[in-house]
């Protein structure tokens, strides 16, 4: 079946093949227990299979978002089907002040901040460097990497020993796509951004971790990707498909729990067999 394609950052509710989330198959086991955490990005793909596996394990959850509020309300369904509160909180992540406002919503309606899931991120397909306009540059280094930096900063008051910042790198930080130049750029960024992080908050107890997905099933694909890449995505993985969105949410679980206590400036890769060196 094609894919409808979309205008970004694109819905979960516009996809003809609709990604997996864990809906009918992830289980928890009580390893998030009492913990409050902020997820951005967490509508859709891979923010709501971490919402909904954070649920399930027993944590609150704030959903940050940009404007695709029907994908927002069905992932709160189903933190609130776990038995969580889920706290929605749209807004634009590229501006400063709102950064600073998701952190203080979140701890005004759980009473404190133990993970942050920095996941939100913008992507565009450009075939020539010339085709990049100087504000979608800026754009792109304002939301995925830049938003980071001031949300962390406005987290650290927040969080306490053994809390956990986990950030969405992506196997573009190793192989980049030239096709994803300011988002794979920014996604080097990222996991430099975390190795150093992970070595300036190990002292408080704080620690710093990144996933690196490789071919994701997301709304973002269909929304920054011509067709005729839409059909081939994920294809050229030694597994020869796209992973789910379910398929990468347990290891932001792993990050997020206690149990990975010992674990810090690692970058974690989901890639379908496609090494990362």
Request: aromatic share 6%.
């Amino acid at each position: 079946m094609s894919e409808l394609q979309q205008k970004p950052p694109g819905t979960t509710t516009a996809m003809r093949q609709q990604p997996d989330h864990g809906e009918d198959s992830y289980r928890g086991s009580g390893r998030l227990t009492g913990k409050r955490a902020l997820i951005t990005g967490g509508d859709s793909g891979i923010g709501r299979a971490v919402a909904l596996a954070f649920a399930r394990e027993g944590a609150d959850v704030a959903i940050s978002y940009l404007n695709e509020d029907d994908d927002a309300r069905d992932t709160a369904a189903l933190v609130e089907k776990a038995g969580r509160q889920a706290l929605l909180i749209p807004g634009d992540l590229a501006d400063r002040d709102h950064c600073r406002s998701v952190v203080e919503q979140t701890v005004r309606q759980f009473g404190g901040l133990d993970v942050l899931v920095n996941n939100a991120a913008f992507q565009m397909t450009h075939e020539a460097i010339e085709e990049i306009t100087d504000e979608e540059w800026q754009h792109t280094f304002d939301l995925n990497i830049t938003a980071m930096f001031r949300l962390v900063q406005a987290a650290l008051p927040h969080l306490g020993e053994g809390a956990s910042i986990i950030n969405t790198s992506s196997i573009n930080y190793d192989t980049p796509k030239p096709t994803l130049l300011p988002y794979a750029t920014t996604k080097g960024a990222i996991a430099n951004f975390t190795a150093g992080l992970a070595q300036m908050l190990g002292e408080r107890g704080i620690r710093v971790n990144a996933v690196a997905p490789g071919p994701i099933w997301t709304p973002l694909i269909p929304s920054t990707m011509p067709p005729e890449q839409v059909a081939e995505f994920g294809k050229n993985t030694p597994l020869g498909r796209p992973g789910q969105p379910r398929e990468v949410a347990p290891v932001y679980v792993l990050l997020a729990s206690d149990e990975a206590g010992y674990i810090s400036g690692a970058v974690i890769p989901v890639t379908g067999g496609k090494p990362i060196l």
